[in-house]
C-alpha cells in the first residue's frame, strides 16, 4: 500500500466508530477491588550508546496515550488495554478487568498533582488509581458523558476530561465536584478530541470540526480556520513553555499560534504526514510530532523524519511524550519505542 494514501489510520477509525459505541450504552461501573499480580513481560537489556539509540518495548500495543507516574513508571494505554511499563526492575504488566479495572476500548491516560492516574475509554467513564485500587467514575458521578477521549490534570489537582457523545463537553473535578462546561457556556463544540494544559493553568481544547477553545477559567476564545488555523478538525494539541499553541489537525498539518498569528505547517514543508495523533515539545524547544507513516521533529529550522527504518517500532504513531532524561517515548500499534539523542 502507498504510505502517503490519505486512508485515516486505525486511530482516526477508532475515533470515527465513536457514534456508533456511544450509541451501545456504557458499560455499569463495578466496586473497586485491589489490583492482583499480572503477568510479567521482560523488557529488552538496555547497552550503553555513544550514538543517538532506539529501544522497543514489546508488548503494549495501538497505543494511544502514555504518562510517566512519579516513580518513573510509564503507563501506556490503548484499545488493547492498560499496560505499566517498570523501567527500573525491568518488567510489565498487563492490567484488566480482573484487577478492578472497568473502561473499555482505552483512549487515555494522566496523571494527576496527587500522583494518581486516570484513565478514560470509550466505554464506562473514568478511572483512578491511587496506588493500590482503582475507583470508577460515570455519569452518575457528574462526568459529562461516558465516552471520555482525553485527561489532562491542572497543578491546582483538579483533573480535566474531554468527552465525545452527545451533549457532552468537557468536565473538571477536583476531587469533591464536578463541573461540566458545554457549548451553552462558550466551548465550541460538544465533541472534544485533546486537551491541552499551558504553563499557567489556561486550558485548550481541540475539537471534532469547530477548531480550538481556549478556556482561562473566566472567558471562552474559539479559534477556526477563519482565523488561520489549518482546519476546524483538530485532534491534537500542545503548548510550550512560553505558550505558544500547537494544533494538529485531521489531515491539514500542524497549525502554530503564539497569541497573534497562526503558521501552517504541511507535507510540502517537510513535515512526514498531514495527520497528526500527537504532538510534545522537547527540553530544547524541538516540536514532535506522531503521525500516521512515521515522526517528525521540528526544531524551527529543520525539519527531520524518523521510521521504521531508524529503529521506530511501527510507522503508525498514535502517541508522542517526553520522558525522563528528555528521552522521547513513541506509542505505536506494534510496541513502544524509546530514542534518546546524544
Known sequence: MDMKSKKPSMFILLLLLCLITACSGAAPAEESVPPT????????????????AWVTFPGAKTVTDMVFDDEGNLWAVGVMGVYKLDLINQHQEAIAIEHGLTIFNIDSVALAKDGSIWIGGKTGGVAQFDGE??????????LAQ?????????????????TFEN????SRYDGDTWITYSEDDG????????????????????????????????KWITYTSDDGLAQNWTISVTSEPDGTLWVGTLDKGVSSFD??????????????????????????????????????????????TFTQEDGLANNNVG?????PNEALWFGTINGISRYIQQ
Open 259 to 304: 497569541g497573534s498569528n497562526w503558521i501552517t505547517y504541511t507535507e510540502s514543508d517537510g513535515l512526514l504526514d498531514d495527520t497528526v495523533n500527537s504532538i510534545a515539545v522537547a527540553p530544547d524547544g524541538t516540536v514532535w510530532f506522531a503521525t500516521n507513516i512515521g515522526v517528525s521533529s521540528f526544531d524551527g529550522t529543520t525539519w527531520t
Open 133 to 142: 485500587m482503582w475507583t470508577p467514575y460515570t455519569v452518575e458521578d457528574g
Open 319 to 323: 502517541s508522542v511524550i517526553v520522558g
Open 187 to 218: 466551548l465550541a463544540d460538544k465533541y472534544i478530541m485533546d486537551i491541552a494544559i499551558t504553563s499557567d493553568d489556561n486550558l485548550w481544547f481541540g475539537t471534532y470540526a469547530s477548531g480550538v477553545s481556549f478556556f482561562d477559567g473566566d
Open 37 to 52: 499480580n499480572t503477568p510479567i513481560i521482560e523488557l529488552p537489556t538496555e547497552k550503553p550508546q555513544e550514538e543517538p
Open 146 to 162: 461516558n465516552y471520555v477521549e482525553s485527561i489532562a490534570a491542572t497543578s491546582d489537582g483538579a483533573v480535566w476530561f474531554s
Open 167 to 170: 451533549d457532552g463537553g468537557v
